[in-house]
């Protein structure tokens, strides 16, 4: 075991680092610059998946023990200069006023079974929600939402085949509207409400647009678009623009990395609407955490626009998810935009002043990547206690290898599994160089957690240093009184630390394992970025959906992103891969011309683009 001594005179002087800066221990090593935020952030940054307490399901606890986290499905509205979050089988909601600290919400009365992909609006000093999991609810409203006591007239909104993944629209002009589906045959539907009449419906409901995955590629099914299965058109959100109806909807799967939220347009709340040719608008099928469909559109305080959207992980079972927010917007055509290059790097939150909405990237870099990594716990072997529906071909296949080899390959299915969980164990990171060391985020994950619904015990405690030279520690993190629960605990250090290794020393966690999908060192290093990527070459496919793209590796980069549009000037779409010169591009519409283009990164930064290159 730890020196425990040592430890628990850190944490008695904890108040007194933070009050005076710094002090060292007798033996020497410095405990400057110590960060223990138990409470409320003081950031100007975030990362996603945004870290918040998500609940863990209890569907499948009765037959074979299954314990996972997820959170899915987001409508997030603002209400009252708050922003008020809505996440699928949450048990309650979170609110937050600078999108940074989210407070859980336990509402005076509630769904017994959690909400499932609700509807959320504002609608005369209330917010209006619509989320039975039955499919056969009524709407339910509230006037203060941080007490949660939501009241219903009962009157049940009968659509054929029911209510499922709804939209709740409310119009300038105060009329209401309510889109739904999830399916892989049906449309997305719209019909009028009444909000004069306990929310009845109004006329008949009307088909609005389904999927065409033949002429639009990024509707395909699968991992990478790869699968022949029917995909699935789901969670519609209505948003206005100036004069112009902007409906997006989710495709093609929620499991899949190339989840994505597309668009259709009208000039009215009914239709007849309109394919976008820029579709999709919500795209991620690369990075760490992949995926970014089935979300909502907000307007923040400062009249700027985010996208929340749903994130994959599908390890646990196909529907283990998390929340990823993006700056969106609006071009002055009026094309809909989200920004999801680099989306899960350290970007700027709400009330950092930036020059440009569009990209609110802090330029930190990924310094962990691949990177040695040590650890004093012995490889675990042991079998997985799952919900594995992969030979049906709704999920991605088991990894089985827990060794501390998958705590930084970027990649958040896999995870190293300690063999205890106490505080003798430890992870140690070598960057190799030295380098200016500015946030640390933490991916934990579930390996037989055994724990369901919302417990309120839930924690995770640690303390995170930093060393130059490998022997002289400098502890930059102290969460080792820790009693929130950030299960992807992004750490926001006050000011750079110059480090060559980082260590994470393990103290507590709620779960029956110590499990973690990813250690990320975010920062910049001291060297040269890359050279632009050159030999840049496009081959638009005979299936028009497809385009191989490819460049002259450089041994210099970590890794590569492609933009592509169909304006020269709105490279809004991209893709984030490591250690590959090429990739397949299977996203495209049939019907539609593209612009491309190709940067490289590494841990000093990013380089200069490539040509740009257009395909009919």
Known sequence: MRDKPVFHWLACIGLLLVLFGSCADPSGEATERVVNRTEERNYKTYCNPIDIDYSYMSHYRARNNVSYRSGADPAIVNFKGKYYLFVTRSHGYWVSDDMSNWKFIRPQSWYFNGCNAPAAAVKDDKIILLGDPSGRG????????????????????????????????????????????????????????????????????????????????????????????????????????????????????TQWNVYADGVYTSKSPLGPFEYAPYNPISYKPGGFLKGSGHGSTVQDNNGNYWHFATMAISVNFKFERRIGMYPAGFEEDGQMYVNTAYGDYPHYLPDTEVNNHKDRFTGWMLLSFDKPVTTNSPLVESDVNVVDESEDGYMLGQITDFSIAQVNDEEIRSYWVSVANHDSIYLQLDLEKPMDVKAIQINFQDFKSEIFGRPDTLKQQFIISASLDGEQWEVVADYSENQRDM?????????????????????????????????????????????????????????????????????????????????????????????QASYELRALNTDQGYYYQVEAFNENGISERSEIIYTE
């Not at 909104?157 to 892989?184: A, C, H, K, T, W």
């Not at 519609?236 to 623009?241: N, Q």
């Not at 000011?495 to 250690?519: G, M, P, Q, W």
């Open 487 to 579: 299960p992807h605990g992004y750490i926001e250090l006050p000011e750079a630390v110059e480090a060559r290794y980082i260590k994470y020393d393990h103290v507590h966690c709620s779960t029956r394992n110590l499990a973690i999908s990813e250690f990320r060192v975010f920062g910049n290093g001291k060297e040269a970025v890359p050279a632009a990527p050159a030999d840049f070459t496009v081959e638009r496919q005979e299936d028009r959906r497809n385009a191989l793209l490819s460049w002259t590796p450089d041994p210099e980069a970590t890794g590569y992103v492609i933009y592509w549009g169909i304006a020269e000037d709105k490279l809004n779409l991209s893709a984030q891969m490591y250690d």
């Open 138 to 253: 009524a709407v339910i409203e509230t006037d203060n939402p941080e007490l949660g006591d939501w009241t219903t007239n009962f009157a049940v909104i009968n659509v054929p085949r029911g209510v499922q993944d709804p939209n709740l629209f409310v119009d300038d002009d105060g009329r209401v509207y309510l889109y739904e589906e999830s399916s892989n045959k049906w449309p997305i539907h719209g019909i009028e409400l009444d909000p004069n009449n306990w929310y009845v419906p109004i006329g008949e409901q009307v088909d609005l647009f389904n999927l065409d995955p033949e002429k639009h590629g990024w509707e395909r099914f699968g991992q990478d678009h790869k699968s022949d299965l029917k995909p699935f058109i789901e969670g519609p959100w209505m948003m206005k623009h100036g004069d112009t109806y902007y409906l997006e909807y989710g495709a093609p799967g």
